[in-house]
C-alpha cells in the first residue's frame, strides 16, 4: 500500500528533480480530455470517435455489416483527421527533438486552438448535430487528438499515453504481484485509467444536462492550463527538458 500511495503521489506532485519533472500530471490532464472529447463525439456526433482510433476501426466494420446507426465515411473521417494531426504532430516532434517542454508546449497550443474552434462549430449547430457541422467537427477534433497522440508518444512518459489503455490495463494485470511480477507502476497506471473514466463521466454529464458546447470548452480549460503550466515550467531548464 505505501508503494501504491508512493506512485500516486509522484505521478500527481512529482518532485523538483523528478526524471520527467512536471509533465506526468500534465499528460493525466490531457487524459481527461481525451475522455470528454470522447464522450462528446460519440454521444452528439454519431457513433464516431475523435482520439480512439481502434474504436473507429470496430465501427467501420460494423457499418460494412451493415449496423445501424454507424458510418464508413465518419469513421473514415475521423481515422483521416488523427493520421493529418499525427503527422503535424510529428513534424513538431521532430523539429523540436531536445526540447520536450517545447513539443508539449507547442502542440498542446495548437490543440487547444483547434479544440476553440470546435467551440465555435458547436455554438453555431442544433442538436442532433448533422451536415457540414458534423463533419467539421469530426475532423478539427481529430486533428487535435492525432497531435496529442503524437506529442505523448515521444514524450514517453510510461504508461501515460493520454488515449491509449489496453496495454495499460494489460500491464496492470501481467505485471501485478499476483501475476508473479513487481507489481511496479500500479498506481501510475490506476491514474491514467481513472483519468479518462474521470473525463468520459464529467464529459456525458454536461452533454446530458448543459449545453451542447460545454464538455468542449471544459476540455479548451484544460488544455490551457496545460499550455501556461509547461511555459512556466520550461523556464526552469530541468532536467525533464532534455530527450
Not at 16 to 37: E, S, Y
Not at 109 to 132: M, Q
Not at 173 to 185: E, N, P, Q
Not at 211 to 230: D, E
Request: glycine share 10%.
Amino acid at each position: 500500500m505505501k508503494t501504491l500511495v508512493a506512485e500516486l503521489r509522484a505521478v500527481l506532485i512529482p518532485g523538483i528533480d523528478a526524471r520527467q519533472g512536471p509533465l506526468p500530471p500534465m499528460l493525466v490532464i490531457m487524459t481527461v480530455v481525451t475522455g470528454l472529447v470522447d464522450s462528446f463525439s460519440f454521444l452528439k456526433l454519431g457513433h464516431v470517435f475523435v482520439a480512439n482510433s481502434t474504436g473507429n476501426i470496430l465501427f467501420m466494420g460494423f457499418a460494412l455489416a451493415h449496423v445501424p446507426g454507424f458510418s464508413i465515411v465518419e469513421s473514415s473521417l475521423a481515422l483521416a483527421a488523427t493520421l493529418v494531426g499525427a503527422f503535424v504532430g510529428g513534424r513538431l516532434c521532430s523539429a523540436y527533438a531536445d526540447h520536450r517542454d517545447q513539443i508539449l508546449g507547442l502542440t498542446a497550443s495548437i490543440e487547444a486552438v483547434l479544440i476553440a474552434i470546435a467551440v465555435l462549430l458547436s455554438l453555431f449547430t442544433s442538436i442532433p448535430v448533422h451536415g457540414i457541422y458534423r463533419t467539421a467537427l469530426v475532423g478539427v477534433l481529430g486533428v487535435a487528438m492525432g497531435i496529442q497522440n503524437a506529442a505523448a508518444r515521444k514524450l514517453a512518459v510510461p504508461d501515460l499515453t493520454t488515449t491509449v489503455l489496453t496495454l495499460t490495463i494489460t500491464g496492470l494485470g501481467a505485471d501485478s504481484v499476483l501475476a508473479g511480477g513487481t507489481g511496479s507502476r500500479a498506481g501510475r497506471r490506476l491514474i491514467a485509467i481513472a483519468s479518462m473514466l474521470i473525463g468520459a463521466v464529467i464529459g456525458a454529464l454536461l452533454e446530458l444536462h448543459t449545453a451542447l458546447c460545454t464538455p468542449l470548452i471544459t476540455a479548451l480549460l484544460l488544455m490551457l492550463v496545460v499550455v501556461v503550466w509547461v511555459t512556466m515550467a520550461g523556464r526552469s531548464n530541468g532536467a525533464w527538458t532534455s530527450a
